[in-house]
């Protein structure tokens, strides 16, 4: 079995920053991929962005430039650092993890960003 929980969340004025952890415990050898969800009010989850353990990041249209996912593989944290904040960042964030297998080993219980204007 393998653990995530996310950190890092908070409130922010448009044009701030945030980071937001995932670590990620237990059998964490067989994680191949580290994925950012997030849901907004009213809205269904979408996919942010990904880190596979290659190296590989994919992002939406609508982080790329200003969100980079990167990785701690020391502390098997993966990291989402997001800057120039926009009020339709507002969601709750969660990590989920690939494992090997393709399928989602995990989840965590997501962390709320708010982005005040």
């Known amino acids: 079995q393998v653990q995530v929980a996310e950190s890092g969340g908070g409130s922010v004025q448009a044009g701030g920053s945030l980071r937001l952890s995932c670590a990620a415990s237990?059998?964490?050898?067989?994680?191949?991929?580290t994925d950012w969800f997030r849901q907004a009010p009213g809205k269904e989850r979408e996919f942010v962005a990904r880190?596979?353990?290659?190296?590989?990041?994919t992002y939406i249209d609508a982080v790329k430039g200003r969100f980079t996912i990167s990785r701690d593989s020391a502390t098997n944290t993966v990291y989402l650092q997001m800057n120039s904040l926009k009020p339709e960042d507002t969601a709750v964030y969660y990590c989920?993890?690939?494992?090997?297998?393709?399928?989602?080993?995990?989840w965590g219980q997501g962390t709320q960003v708010t982005v005040s204007t």
């Open positions: 237990g059998r964490t050898f067989v994680i191949i991929a």
């Open positions: 989920g993890v690939i494992i090997q297998g393709g399928s989602y080993g995990s």
């Open positions: 880190l596979a353990w290659g190296g590989t990041t």
